[in-house]
DNA sequence: TATTTACCTATTGACATAGTAGGCAAAAGG
DNA sequence: CCTTTTGCCTACTATGTCAATAGGTAAATA
C-alpha cells in the first residue's frame, strides 16, 4: 500500500503547483489547505527537499518551492522517493535478486511484468497531468 | 506490498496445480518442495480452506486439494483473499468513500485508475498462465 | 491402537506507520 | 537590535502488522 507519505507528498507537489507565483509557500498554508497535520508535514517535505523536489527557506517571507515546472515532475519519481520502492514483492526492492529460487519460481515472471507495468503507469504520469482538471 | 501471505498463497496453489492426481496432498510434502514453514503454512492454508479455495482432509491420505480446475482459478481472487484488499490506498479499501475531500481529491482519479488497471491485470491471470512454463 | 494428518489457540520479536512535542537556527521587517 | 516568522532538528510514542514459533487437540486410516 502506498503510506500517507507518498500521498501527502503528492498533495503538497500539487499544492505548490497550483500556488505557484515565484514566493515561498509556508507549509503552514499547505497544512491548512490540505487539512494535513503541520508538524507531520514537516517530516515529509524535509524527505522532499532532501531529494531535490523542492527547496526551502527560512525566516520571514520563507517557505517551500519547485525547483522545477510541474510538468516535468512524475509522479513515478516523487513516489519512489518517499516510499523507498514502488516494487510491489520484497524480491524485486532495491536489486534484492538473493532468492535462491529465482530460477525455478513460477511467480517471479509475473512480479517482474507487475512492476514494469506499475513503474510505466507512475513514470508517464506528470504533476500536470493530475493538475489538469 | 504484497506480503509473504500472499505470495506463499500462490505458490501452494501451483503446487497443488502441478501435484494434483486426485488425491489429497499433506502439507508436510507443500512446505518441503517450496521451502517453506510448514508450521506457517498452516495458518495461510487454514484461510484458504475458509475462503473456498481449497478443501483440506484429516488423518492418514489427508492434506489438501484444489476445488476447482487450475485455469478456474484467477490469481486476483487468490491475492484478493490473502492479502484481504487490492487496493493500494487506504481510501479505496473496502468501500471506504469516507474521505470528506474526495469531491475535490486531485489525486483521486489516479488512484482510482491505478486500482482499476492493477485488478485487470491479476483478475486476467489464471493459475495455468503461471503454471505454463 | 498407533500413526498420520489437519486444525486450534496463544505468544513473540521486530519493524513500520503516523504521528506528537519541544526546541534551535535563520532570515526579514520594523 | 529585536521581534516575528518561518524552516529545521532530535527525540519520543502509541498502535498495528508481519512473519513466524510453540504446543496442543481432533479426526481419519491401516
Not at 28 to 55: F, H, N, T, W
Request: charge should be neutral.
Amino acid at each position: 500500500m502506498i503510506t500517507t507519505k507518498g500521498r501527502y507528498a503528492l498533495r503538497v507537489m500539487l499544492d505548490l503547483a497550483e500556488h505557484a507565483d515565484g514566493n515561498f509557500v509556508p507549509l503552514k498554508d499547505i497544512a491548512e489547505r490540505q487539512e494535513i497535520s503541520k508538524k507531520y508535514l514537516e517530516i515529509i517535505v524535509k524527505d522532499m527537499v532532501a531529494g531535490g523536489l523542492l527547496v526551502g527557506a527560512s525566516g520571514k517571507g520563507g517557505g517551500y518551492k519547485l525547483v522545477r515546472k510541474p510538468e516535468e515532475y512524475t509522479v513515478g519519481e516523487i513516489l519512489e522517493l518517499m516510499e523507498g520502492t514502488l516494487s510491489s514483492v520484497a524480491c524485486l526492492a532495491e536489486g534484492k535478486n538473493t532468492c535462491p529460487r529465482r530460477k525455478s519460481c513460477q511467480t517471479l515472471p509475473m512480479w517482474e511484468e507487475y512492476d514494469k507495468m506499475v513503474r510505466d503507469f507512475f513514470y508517464s504520469k506528470t504533476l500536470c497531468d493530475l493538475a489538469a482538471k
